[in-house]
């Protein structure tokens, strides 16, 4: 039965397209916000919402690429209570999942409920249901096989990362993750747009630019030229301009526009974080910052400037970098009129005017302006010394008396060298 909200488009379409397809989908929404958050309001951006339609035919192409990925059917979806969709928007989700059912979805898995577009793939992966898994992990009892399986599991808990780079001596837990990081020291680009002949290092930032290919938005909005996919979506949007939110919290008066925006804001509340990364067993309230978080594992910079040639995982921090290059600084202390790029920097300055020092040391009382600051300082009660020099063993407390230490043994290098 058809969800009564403008999120039925997504949650519709999410319970039939793979979980690494909305991976891709929904990364487009997280730059979206991000870039809003960047600028501190709404951005004029030319990146609108994605309508059923062309989800379903990019999740289709993307299939035939991938030799038939498996899809799950039945998924729990989170459903908001939203504004109504009109009828004729619901009649047409219908309508075009159903045709997308009939042409990809036809042999589903009656013990697990995947779905695929061949017989013959159905086949091939029945066997894994009879699949023996003698190989079990002794912290959480999950199963495997092969052995290597599980040992690759394991390093979940350990934290092992065996794999290192021979440029950068980042280190990383699978050996994929390492061969697409080393692409940022070469510059390899073996994923290329059929359609535009673009290249990109990354897969996954090869699937976020075909997005722009298949993307329709016929219905703008007529006080910022923002284009969205479906009516629905630009009626919300207007919301941003009128400045009505119907949505209160119960525990802090905040309100918001959509419902789905207050149930996420309440997690901050609650502190649930129901989004887990499977390498290092961090938790997120949100996906979007889940899949942010697993680039850092990934190495993974798709968006470049193309001043300095450096490289960033989110384009909201290349649009802060690129300020830079523009000696853009919007945001003026009022006390002594330094300008800064960004707005946390400016708020940090102001500290320095008022004399605040919101971190404070709970074994000697001592306050710092700077969360990091009261980290370092806190290693000097512990004794912990993070930062180890390679060639000596020595450690140290900071990165910079590190890096400080190195130019040391550097020295002794070129006069032996000399010699």
Known sequence: MMSRNTDTVDAHCSQLISKKTMHHIQYIDVEIKEEMKANEEPVLSQKGEISVKEKLKFHEELLLKQNDDEIPVKEEIEVYDEPVLKQDDEIQVKEETGVHVKKIHQYQCYQCNKAFSQKGNLVRHQVTHTIEKPYQCNQCDKVFSPKGNLIIHQRTHTGEKPYQCNQCDKTFAHNSNLINHQRTHTGEKPYQCKQCDKSFSQNSSLILHQMTHIREKPYQCKQCDKSFSQNSNLLIHQWAHTGEKLYQCKQCDKSFSRNSRCILHQMTHTGEKPYQCKQCDKTFSQNKYLILHQMTHTGEKPY????????????????????????????????????????????????????????????????????????????????????????????????????????????????????
Do not use: W
């Not at 708020?347 to 404070?360: A, D, L, R, S, V």
């Not at 306050?367 to 980290?375: A, D, M, P, R, T």
């Open 304 to 419: 470049q400037c193309k001043e300095c040639v450096k490289s960033f995982s989110r384009n909201s921090s290349l649009i802060l970098h690129q300020r830079i290059h523009a000696g853009v600084k919007p945001y003026q202390c009022n006390q002594c009129d330094k300008n800064f790029t960004q707005k946390c920097h400016l708020i940090k300055h102001q500290m320095t005017h008022t004399g605040e020092k919101p971190y404070q040391c709970n074994q000697c009382d001592k306050f710092f302006l700077q969360k990091g600051s009261l980290i370092i300082h806190q290693r000097t009660h512990i004794g912990e010394k993070p930062y180890q020099c390679k060639q000596c063993n020595k450690s140290f407390t900071r990165n910079r008396n590190l890096k400080k230490h190195q130019m040391t043994h550097r020295g002794e290098t070129i006069s032996v060298q000399a010699m």
